[in-house]
């Protein structure tokens, strides 16, 4: 299969692509590297069905014929959104259509990479597909939530009006090697000052909850959604709930540092809760993940180690 990923030089993009390519497919990673990184392509070097085309897909482009497409591109954690709010919103809007519109040229599937966003600050807990979510329009965090919720509208009405065979994936907080240190997520955050030995950053009094998927067991279920015929949305992502204090213990643990906390203020609409209900994608994809907090942690320590000190050398 020739398969599209855009975004697939952002963290969970390239993990997709190396994914895929395990799988036999040959890919076409469409990245402006707005957020994205050639470092996490680097060793898809000399891959003979690998193609990096830089392009924005805000604007309208043409990849070539594929069988299938995997929107990942947008700026993805609260940091990278907030800076570059218009391009967030642009990618999720004009950049679905225009990959809607390659998916119904070529005949092709479409995945959406959507998000937990999508729910807000959740009121139901955990969060199930059904819940319509609890979203500031207005607030800072609206340029990700809202364009996420557009893209998925899109997906829905391509399938409904134009018959593109498309799927939705609700994506929750995942974590591992090639997560951006400087991308102000609280796992890079912690990671890289507690390899530092600096206090940990914790917003409000850390007993705001989230819970972390490990990336592969992330692209195990993206990969089985793709291939089931499921075209509503479906969460996929760890359901093991964490407080950010309990978090930070993790880490501290993870790495043996002695790093202390620091209460820093919440950020505004910052969500109280979130846990993925996955009851769907157990039921329909057979999919779980098996990967714990501490395990995916440690199976990530080395990259943080080598990304915290190639920003001190
Ligand atoms: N957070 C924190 N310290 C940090 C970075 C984040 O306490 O240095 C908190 C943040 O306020 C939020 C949670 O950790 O409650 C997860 O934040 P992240 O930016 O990773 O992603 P989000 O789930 O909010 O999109």
Redesign the pocket.
Same mark, same amino acid.
């Given at each position: 299969m020739h398969v599209l990923v855009t975004g697939g030089a952002g963290f969970l993009g390239s993990h997709l692509c190396d994914a895929l390519l395990a799988e036999g497919h040959s890919v076409v990673c469409a990245d402006n590297l707005l957020t994205g990184r050639m470092e996490n392509l680097a060793h898809l070097q000399h891959e003979p069905r690998f193609k990096f085309l830089e392009q924005d897909v805000s604007r309208p482009f043409d990849a070539g014929k594929v069988d299938y497409i995997f929107h990942f591109a947008s700026p993805a954690?609260?940091v990278d959104y907030l800076e570059h709010a218009i391009e967030t919103l642009q990618v999720g809007s004009l950049g679905s259509l225009n990959c809607l519109e390659l998916a119904q040229k070529y005949g092709a599937r479409f995945l959406l990479a959507s998000t937990s966003?999508c729910y807000g600050d959740p009121l139901e807990h955990p969060q199930k597909e059904t819940y319509w979510g609890h979203v500031n329009p207005v607030g800072p965090r609206s340029v990700y939530d809202e364009s996420k919720r557009f893209a998925e509208a899109a997906t829905m009405a391509y399938y409904r009006h134009r018959r593109v065979d498309t799927r939705i994936v609700r994506i929750f /907080?995942t974590y591992g090697p090639r997560l951006q240190i400087s991308d102000?997520?609280? +796992?890079s /955050?912690?990671m890289k000052q507690a390899l530092r030995g600096e206090a940990l950053?914790?917003?409000?009094d850390?007993s705001?909850t989230?819970s972390f998927c490990y990336v592969s067991d992330e692209v195990a279920g993206i990969l089985a959604l793709s291939k089931s015929d499921e075209h509503e949305p479906t969460n996929i992502g760890n359901p093991v709930e964490f407080t +950010?204090l309990e978090c930070a213990e993790a880490v501290l643990e993870v790495t043996g540092s002695s790093s202390k906390l620091r209460f820093e203020p919440?950020?505004q609409d910052?969500?109280r809760q979130?846990r993925p209900d996955i009851s769907k994608a157990k039921h329909l994809l057979g999919w779980e993940p098996t990967i714990d907090l501490r395990s995916g942690l440690r199976l990530s320590l080395d990259y943080f180690k080598s990304a915290v000190q190639a920003r001190l050398s």
């Open positions: 954690s609260p966003e /907080n102000g997520r609280v +796992i /955050n912690f950053t914790v917003y409000g850390g705001q989230r +950010i919440l950020p910052d969500p979130r």
